[in-house]
């Protein structure tokens, strides 16, 4: 998998639970 992808990944999925 590429490891910029993973990590913009990683990120929104942060965000979004930031949002919880």
């Known amino acids: 998998m ?3 992808l993973q990590n913009l990944y990683l ?5 979004y ?4």
Do not use: C, I, Y
């Not at 990120?11 to 965000?15: A, N």
């Open 11 to 15: 990120k929104m999925e942060g965000l």
């Open 2 to 4: 590429n490891v910029g």
């Open 17 to 20: 639970f930031m949002e919880l």
